[in-house]
């Protein structure tokens, strides 16, 4: 029976270094090449000699696919690519493509300029390395070569952020990345098709939680932070540069407006700028309301956000700072709570989850002491508030995810074991499907359903070649076919519907799909029809076009039919209908007409 391997590289029963190597049907797939935030040894990078042992990675893979932008999901890449090897097609969308680099060397600076790690990538090995990435748009299909197909699928979460359909011939699975099914103040909810694949692989960060409601969180998010300002203190809000960020400072920017406070917010320098130059390029990844105001002004210039500068750390009095990143391990954020923890009547929130080994995870986890690195030691006494303002789904939403996508099997990496393990149970008990949790380095072996031969009659083959020319057909692209399944005892076969009506003895039927467009014109249901008939002839001229009636035009299976109420002759009804077979046509037409009387 055939099957599909899985590997995780990274992320198997764990958040952090997100790799999943996928072999189905002759193909070698790697989901993600990402870095783990807990490390600053060669254990941040995926363990990449599953896929080096017997060669060169570009030889082993067929593509490597990037979910997001996030540098647990895509950070291990330019060492991938430029210090292991990997020469091969990498597959991720627009914004992706457009804002990891960024991120990448923020990432790189940090490691290397202010911490002198070695054996790390440099600023020409991203440049390099973004040179090899192959764009797409969401759900186009994209055939990596003549059997691996890939399709992106839109996944909330962040700017950019995709689920991936792959399928290898009739083998398929689904790669979430990180999802949100709730949509939020600027991006929407995650959505694919119905499309069965045989194995889901989804994260489950929040496998287990059950989020309150939005409202509530925000109530509780703003009261905080507004109840320690007003005793003087300062609130930290370690974010990542793009998208919780722009979630939580829409939120207090339309608080600080409405409250009329005058205490100082501010966000790292530079991010606000970039933020808005991505979300202007690339609006019709957000929300239909950042779309809406965006036309009258930009949701992201704010005007009680101002960028942050270094010596702001020692002011006095009430402030709130946005910095990054999210998780305090390095950077700004982490600098900030060097200077504020010691005191008492200061703040920090986190808003999303925390890898184990960051400092933001240890003091999540109650710790009151802090040593670093150099033997800096920074004691607690700020308060510590964790709220889950993550784009990532909780258990509510993974369970909906595998209700809209309706896979055979599903598999649980970006998670913590212990609660993996209580999801995995309830998903098996409420969809009667086996779910799969590997650690890192272990291969789960999926069985997928093998082909069903299916004969196909003279009469449906004949009449394909009438349809279709008779070049050899495109490999790269499927052919679409209009036919009927018989199932018999000696097998199933294919046949034209002709066929079918006979060998079942049943009618035809045909559906007809109609639009009705709504004019004022003084003339009769047949002048009005005149006036119709020769704007078509002039647009449509390599087709017949007639006036079947006085007040009916017909072109193929399409009908336009101007009709009128007795008494309401002024007021005109033209119905527009086709049959699936003519939908192109009849949709033109149809939009066509509704521009031309509008």
């Known amino acids: 029976m055939p099957e599909i391997k899985v590997t995780p ?69 330019p060492f991938f690519t430029e210090m292991v090897g990997y020469s091969g097609p990498i597959y991720m969308t627009h914004p992706t493509k457009a804002i990891a680099p960024i991120l990448l060397e923020d990432m790189r600076k940090v490691a290397v300029e202010r911490k002198g790690e070695s054996n790390f990538f440099t600023s020409q090995m991203i440049k390099d390395c973004m040179k090899k990435v192959i764009p797409v748009t969401l759900h186009q299909s994209v055939m990596v070569d003549a059997d691996l197909e890939i399709k992106a699928y839109y996944a909330g979460h962040v700017l950019g952020a995709s689920m991936f359909h792959v399928r290898v011939g009739s083998q398929s699975i689904v790669y979430t990345g990180d999802y949100n099914m709730t949509p939020d103040r600027h991006l929407g909810a995650a959505w694919i098709d119905k499309c069965r694949p045989d194995l889901l692989i989804s994260e489950s960060t929040y496998a287990t939680t059950i989020r309150d409601s939005k409202r509530c969180r925000e109530r509780d998010f703003l009261k905080k932070v507004h109840d320690c300002v007003d005793k003087g203190g300062k609130v930290l809000i370690p974010v990542f540069a793009l998208g919780r960020a722009q979630e939580l400072c829409i939120l207090l920017e339309t608080y600080w407006e409405r409250m009329n406070l005058k205490v100082p917010v501010y966000f790292a320098l530079g991010l606000t700028e970039k933020a808005n130059n991505y979300y202007k390029m690339f609006i019709t990844w957000t929300n239909q309301k950042i779309k809406k105001t ?5 949701m992201f210039d704010f005007k009680h956000i101002k960028p942050f500068d270094k010596s702001y750390i020692d002011n006095a009095g009430a402030m709130v700072v946005f910095a990054t990143p999210g998780m305090l391990h390095a950077g700004l954020s982490l600098q900030i709570f060097k200077k504020w923890a010691p ?32 033997r800096q030691v920074v004691e607690v006494k700020m308060s510590v508030e964790y709220m889950s303002f993550s784009a990532h789904a909780d258990a509510k939403g993974i369970m909906q995810l595998i209700q809209y996508c309706d896979p055979k099997n599903v598999m649980l990496v970006h998670g913590e074991y212990a609660k993996m393990e209580y999801l995995k149970d309830k998903i098996k008990k409420e969809f009667g499907i086996n779910c799969y949790n590997p650690a890192n380095g272990e291969t789960s072996f999926i069985n997928t359903s093998s082909k069903i031969p299916v004969d196909a009659s003279l009469a449906l083959l004949k009449s394909e070649n009438k349809e279709y020319s008779l070049l050899p057909p495109d490999p790269k692209r499927r052919r679409l076919i209009n036919t009927v399944l018989i199932s018999r005892e000696d097998g199933v076969c294919l046949t034209d519907s002709n066929e079918a009506e006979e060998a079942a003895s049943i009618n035809k039927h045909t559906v007809r799909f109609t639009s009705t467009i709504y004019i004022r014109d003084a003339g009769t249901v047949e002048s009005t029809a005149q006036k119709l008939l020769q704007p078509l002839q002039d647009k449509l001229k390599d087709w017949e076009i007639k ?14 039919k101007v009709q009128a109420d007795p008494g309401e002759e002024i007021n005109k009804k033209i119905y527009v209908s086709w049959t699936n077979d003519d939908e192109e046509i009849g949709s033109y037409i149809l939009g066509y007409l509704q521009n031309l009387l509008s």
Do not use: W
Not at 356 to 364: D, P, V, Y
Not at 547 to 560: N, P
């Open 343 to 374: 005191q008492e009547g200061n703040m920090v929130i986190m808003p999303g989850f925390c890898v184990q080994g960051t400092i933001g995870h240890k003091i999540l986890n109650g710790a009151k002491r802090i040593e670093f690195e150099n």
């Open 547 to 560: 006036l079947l009636d006085g007040s009916t035009i017909g072109v193929e299976t399409v009908l336009v």
């Open 9 to 77: 590289l990274g992320a198997g029963q764990d958040v952090g270094r997100s790799c999943i190597l996928v072999s189905m049907g002759g193909k070698n797939i790697m989901l993600d090449c990402g870095m783990h935030m807990g490390f600053n040894d060669e254990r941040r990078f995926p363990d990449f000699s599953y896929i080096t042992s017997e060669g060169s990675a570009t030889n082993f893979l067929d593509c490597v696919i990037i979910s997001h932008f996030h540098l647990d999901h895509c950070g291990a890449l």
């Open 294 to 298: 965006f036309v009258q002004r930009n």
